[in-house]
């Protein structure tokens, strides 16, 4: 059964940016591009200016949760979340209206309780229920009470009790039913071209499933992407056209419908990206990072549109061809050295380029002489001169132009302003070291150098014994939302401890049904690593175990953390740490002591797109969920084959995470 009568939820940028007319355009793009960067303490800066002066600036707020989420800073991006669903209930819409008046029906990992809807909606919110039961002919008769209650009432409630009648009668087998209903609601209330109607007639079309029915669905779908709806609809324009045998057209669809998954995820377009560069600086390493959905044909249009421009100079760095860009870079500084001087910003990129190709001492003078052209030292170009283990110290002609107090002053601030938002990069206390030592500051800088080098050998040899990441559902009224948290498993040596984990040192908010469910995971992969690793279970028999669920404002529920919590058990009883680049969904059952099923989750493409939308790299899924997501409205058929990797076993997840050395440990 459908979730309800609905065609896809939010707007998270498909499509084309919404038209800003508020000035804050370019600092949401900016932030984009630093939250891509991996620069995120600076992308939610740039987006709290802007919330901050444009309280309801959708773009923003909608990044600003992205940020957050990828922080890890779960509560902070729930909230941002609450406030974007808030605003377009806001906007309208009569499917957004169901879909919240069904929430409570949802299932997800953390359920807020809905404001309960009174009167007609009341009565609309109980037929979801009946209709899940089976009770159609009970639903359908309340509808039709409040329609004709309304009958010389509010529109808009008839609109909402007919499109919720449309949704029982397809849930009960009678989609041509549906469709009358849905084409006579045009006429009875002058809604010909309403957009709510619209679409759900498209959707009854095309679960019609006949040809003529596909051609009416697809008319329409496509009508609405022209009046720029917020709903994404290329990828049911591609299933469409696969059932239609129109193969290019299929193809097309399924392309734009990955541009737009790839926007969503905060990918910008190759222009933008270089319109942003042309004005202020990202460094050049950072460029790796990103990936753009129409990456091929694009860096090839901006090569001949900016042709002789500092955006074109920058293209092969995106190309991966570091000595190339170098060879444009010098060109145009040479030009402009001709005319009165290369700017800041070129001698910044050239300095990155030069480092690229490894021209060290080369780099050095393009970063002083950046450092000389601008009225305050660049944090990232005295990162460049004085963070490499090397050391070098301060070029003489960068303590020149940092000679004057006012300036050092602010160098210094702003150095120790970066190094709080990359607090774990043992370069930028090194380098804040270096600036210390310059001033005088020899305990400061003592401290900080002593800091750089601890965290660089906790680099090397940094273990996250038993920390997971699980890909979770938050339901909100009328959306879903893919999140990802830590789930942690802990061993400790303790008197008598048994290698046992008691109830009360399992944490977190949970409800008692998983709970339950987190002793008794664990107490299935103890008995299987007894069984496939003998030799290594005896290390863990005077240890006892600790369990925690991250994410402790809002109860966690549902089966669905079975194989994260798994994964984490396996990594404490072995002591093998689990890649942060994976995130895990699936339910565990236990079969015997040494098979472990993966079975079904639902949400599976939500709880993709937001393990995706957290930079993560690969997500383990139940292979059951498989024709789901071929399915998938969410995630285009090119994401799943590149990002998830199918398991129905726990033997095949081992193998996925360590390699197939993972029973040699």
């Known amino acids: 059964m459908r979730d309800g009568p609905t065609l896809g939820g939010r707007s998270r940028g498909h499509g084309e940016e919404m038209r800003d007319d508020s000035g804050a355009g370019g600092s949401v793009l900016w932030a984009r591009l630093l939250a891509q960067a991996g620069r995120l303490s600076e992308a939610e800066r740039e987006l709290a200016g802007v919330v901050q002066r444009w309280p309801d600036h959708l773009d923003a707020l909608e990044l600003l949760g992205h940020v957050q989420h990828m922080r890890g800073h779960l509560s902070a991006a729930i909230g941002t979340w609450r406030k974007t669903s808030a605003l377009r209930s806001r906007a309208g819409g009569a499917l957004r209206h169901l879909a919240a008046l069904g929430h409570a029906r949802g299932q997800g990992d953390a359920v807020p309780a809905p404001a309960p809807p009174a009167g007609a909606l009341s009565v609309i919110a109980r037929t979801f229920r009946l209709a899940e039961a089976g009770r159609h002919r009970e639903a359908l008769g309340l509808l039709q009470g409040v329609a004709d209650e309304q ?4 529109p808009y409630v008839i609109k909402l009790a007919c499109l919720q009648q449309a949704w029982v009668l397809e849930s009960a087998g009678r989609v041509h039913e549906a469709q009358r209903l849905v084409e006579e609601l045009g006429h009875r209330l002058h809604l010909r071209a309403d957009p709510d109607r619209l679409l759900a007639l498209a959707r009854l079309y095309e679960a019609g ?20 709806t917020d709903v994404p609809l290329a990828s049911r324009l591609r299933r469409i056209h696969q059932l239609l045998g129109d193969v290019d057209a299929a193809e097309a669809w399924g392309r734009r419908h990955e541009q737009e998954f790839r926007r969503a995820l905060g990918e910008p377009s190759v222009a933008d990206f270089l319109e942003a560069v042309r004005d202020r600086y990202l460094p050049l390493p950072s460029f790796t990072r990103f990936r753009f959905a129409d990456r091929e044909l694009a860096l090839e249009r901006e090569k001949r549109r900016s042709a002789g421009d500092l955006p074109a100079a920058l293209v092969p760095a995106l190309e991966g061809r570091p000595d190339r860009c170098r060879g444009a870079l010098e060109d145009l500084g040479q030009r402009l050295d001709a005319t009165g001087g290369a700017s800041a910003l070129v001698l910044k990129y050239l300095a990155d380029a030069r480092d690229a190709c490894g021209d060290e001492v080369g780099a050095r003078d393009a970063a002083a002489r950046a450092i000389e052209a601008e009225s305050s030292a660049d944090p990232d170009v005295l990162l460049r001169l004085l963070g490499r283990e090397s050391g070098g110290g301060i070029p003489e002609r960068v303590r020149a132009a940092l000679a004057s107090g006012e300036r050092l002053g602010r160098a210094y601030a702003d150095l120790r302003a ?6 774990s990069d043992p370069a930028r206390w090194r380098a804040l070291a270096a600036l210390e030592a310059s001033m005088g500051l020899e305990a400061g800088a003592a401290r900080h150098l002593a800091k750089a080098e601890a965290l660089r050998a906790a680099g090397r040899t940094g273990r996250r014994i038993g920390q997971v990441l699980a890909a979770a559902v938050y339901c909100a009224p009328g959306e879903k939302r893919g999140i990802v948290h830590e789930v942690w498993a802990g061993r400790h040596r303790a008197e008598g401890g048994g290698g046992d984990l008691h109830r009360e040192h399992v944490l977190g908010n949970l409800d008692d049904t998983l709970r339950r469910e987190v002793l008794s995971l664990f107490s299935s992969v103890r008995r299987y690593v007894e069984g496939r690793f003998p030799h290594r279970a005896q290390a863990f028999q005077d240890c006892s175990f600790s369990f925690k669920f991250t994410k402790e404002d809002e109860p966690s529920s ?8 798994a994964m984490a058990f396996f990594s404490a009883m072995l002591d093998v740490p689990v890649p942060q680049d994976l995130a895990f969904t699936g339910a565990l059952v236990t079969d015997s002591h040494a098979s472990l099923v993966v079975c079904p989750v639902g949400d599976v493409d939500v709880k993709v797109e937001g393990a995706l939308s957290r930079r993560i790299r690969r997500v383990l899924v139940p292979a059951a969920n498989l024709d789901q997501l071929d399915e998938s409205d969410v995630v285009p058929p090119a994401v799943v084959r590149e990002a998830v990797i199918p398991v129905t076993s726990f033997d095949e997840a081992l193998e996925a995470t360590f390699g197939m050395g993972v029973w040699e440990l």
Not at 151 to 154: F, L, N
Not at 418 to 423: E, F, L, Q, W, Y
Request: charged share 20%.
């Open 151 to 154: 009958e010389h009432g509010d």
């Open 209 to 228: 499933g006949t040809v003529s029915e596909l051609r009416r669905a697809a008319g329409l779908y496509e009508y609405l992407l022209g009046l720029g």
């Open 418 to 423: 970066a190094v709080r938002d990359h607090s």
């Open 558 to 565: 549902g089966s669905s953390a079975g194989l994260p919590i």
